[in-house]
Nanobody
Framework: QVQLVESGGGLVQPGGSLKLSCAASGLTLDYYAIGWSRQAPGKEREGVSC????????YYVDSVKGRFTISRDNAKNTVYLQMNSLKPEDTAVYYCTADSGYVCLTTPDYWGQGTQVTVSS
């Protein structure tokens, strides 16, 4: 049984930082492309970042480039999303995804349950 469990969300002031974690069970993250997507109220789900299967090439949506960093710890079977210089428009539910392909697709094989990130003063 595959599970992706996100943690690390919360309330933070603009300009602050959060680090999200995605812990996997039932699969080896290194064999999957792992992504972070987010969905804000009233908006469509958006792919934020992806780390490719194997070689770990990273990808980011333009709005988070230079502020977010995705990384993978194979020993812990966990993927992280370090989010710095957070803005109110980053407020959303963040989901971890796993795709058996090389890169993240819009229809991944597995989803986590999501973690809420709220950026507000």
């Amino acid at each position: 049984q595959v599970q992706l469990v996100e943690s690390g969300g919360g309330l933070v002031q603009p300009g602050g930082s959060l680090k999200l974690s995605c812990a996997a069970s039932g699969l080896t993250l290194d064999y999957y492309a792992i992504g972070w997507s987010r969905q804000a109220p009233g908006k469509e789900r958006e792919g934020v970042s992806c780390i490719s299967r194997g070689d770990g090439t990273t990808y980011y949506v333009d709005s988070v480039k230079g502020r977010f960093t995705i990384s993978r710890d194979n020993a812990k079977n966990t993927v992280y999303l370090q989010m710095n210089s957070l803005k109110p428009e980053d407020t959303a539910v963040y989901y971890c995804t796993a795709d058996s392909g090389y890169v993240c697709l819009t229809t991944p094989d597995y989803w986590g349950q999501g973690t809420q990130v709220t950026v507000s003063s």
